[in-house]
């Protein structure tokens, strides 16, 4: 199989908080528009997954995220109108807790703003999720899923430096 035609799915963290019966999610322009998504974003070479979702979170709500389980591994297909890609994300999600928002720290470019919204009102405007794994991954959270931190392993290797022959 030629290297181009190899599948590459986008890995992405996700960020699950709930606080007083809302979570927390960002509103975000995208190719389709204004769009709702859990704080999350893409994992980077070097980093753990753990160590992405709290640089997601903060990057993107300006709160200092606390992870406390896992929630779990997702993976949803879905084309992209606006630009007419196929594409397939693996989510992994934690949730925890954040604190108050950090003064004068801005929200990542593109993020509009944070809300808190009840697992209700997130359902009722699935239409506005960037992406179906969104709604999912509240649900599952508010059914009690919970999985030690421990379950995705980051071994070492991932902080060191890529050497070539």
Not at 101 to 109: E, F, K, P, S, Y
């Amino acid at each position: 199989m030629a290297d181009a035609d190899r599948f590459r799915p986008s890995v992405t963290v996700a960020a699950v908080v709930e606080q007083g019966g809302r979570y927390l999610l960002v509103e975000e322009e995208t190719a389709e528009g204004l769009m709702l998504n859990n704080p999350a974003g893409h994992l980077e070479q070097g980093e753990s997954p753990l160590d992405a979702v709290v640089r997601e979170a903060l990057e993107e709500t300006a709160r200092q995220f606390v992870p406390e389980a896992f929630l779990g591994v997702y993976q949803a297909r879905f084309l992209r109108p606006a630009l007419q890609q196929d594409v397939t994300y693996v989510r992994l999600a934690y949730s925890g807790s954040v604190g108050e928002q950090i003064a004068g720290r801005a929200l990542d470019a593109g993020i509009h703003r944070t809300l808190w919204l009840t697992p209700a009102e997130i359902a009722a405007c699935a239409e506005r999720h960037r992406s179906p794994l969104v709604l999912q991954c509240v649900q599952d959270h508010a059914a009690g899923r919970r999985l030690p931190l421990d379950t995705v392993l980051a071994h070492p290797s991932l902080a060191q430096p890529w050497v070539k022959n």
